[in-house]
């Protein structure tokens, strides 16, 4: 499993930042590699941590090469102050498995 981590620090949803972020989820959901997502907070709520789940490489490059996710990505500053992204193979989760996770699925 891949994971793909976008980490930023949002400083507003003017325009149509809801319309696209929407729009790039449907996308995700409609890729079959797309297991799904987590998303949290710093201690200090200053920054976000959204993190994708992917069944292989291919189907993470599959969504990042979209259309619409490309057009995000083009635009990010008027929406974030900053950002990284984060890609990670996952090698193992372990637990009581009283937590859903999209690693589950």
Same mark, same amino acid.
């Given at each position: 499993?891949?994971?793909?981590?976008?980490?930023?620090?949002?400083? #507003?949803? #003017?325009?149509?930042?809801?319309?696209?972020?929407?729009?790039?989820?449907?996308? &995700?959901? +409609?890729? !079959?590699?797309?297991?799904?997502?987590?998303?949290?907070?710093? !201690?200090?709520?200053?920054?976000?941590?959204?993190? @994708? @789940?992917?069944?292989?490489?291919?189907? %993470? +490059?599959?969504?990042?090469?979209?259309?619409?996710?490309?057009?995000?990505? %083009?635009? @990010? &500053?008027?929406? @974030?102050?900053?950002?990284?992204? $984060?890609? +990670? $193979?996952?090698?193992?989760?372990?637990?009581?498995?009283? %937590?859903?996770?999209?690693?589950?699925?």
């Amino acid at each position: 499993m891949i994971t793909a981590t976008f980490v930023f620090k949002h400083n #507003n949803s #003017n325009g149509d930042f809801k319309k696209l972020d929407d729009e790039i989820m449907s996308r &995700a959901e +409609a890729n !079959p590699g797309f297991k799904g997502k987590e998303k949290w907070l710093s !201690p200090d709520g200053s920054q976000i941590r959204v993190i @994708y @789940y992917f069944d292989t490489q291919e189907s %993470l +490059a599959h969504f990042s090469r979209d259309e619409v996710h490309r057009e995000a990505k %083009l635009r @990010y &500053a008027e929406w @974030y102050d900053g950002y990284r992204v $984060e890609i +990670a $193979e996952l090698t193992g989760s372990w637990g009581d498995g009283n %937590l859903e996770s999209p690693i589950n699925k």
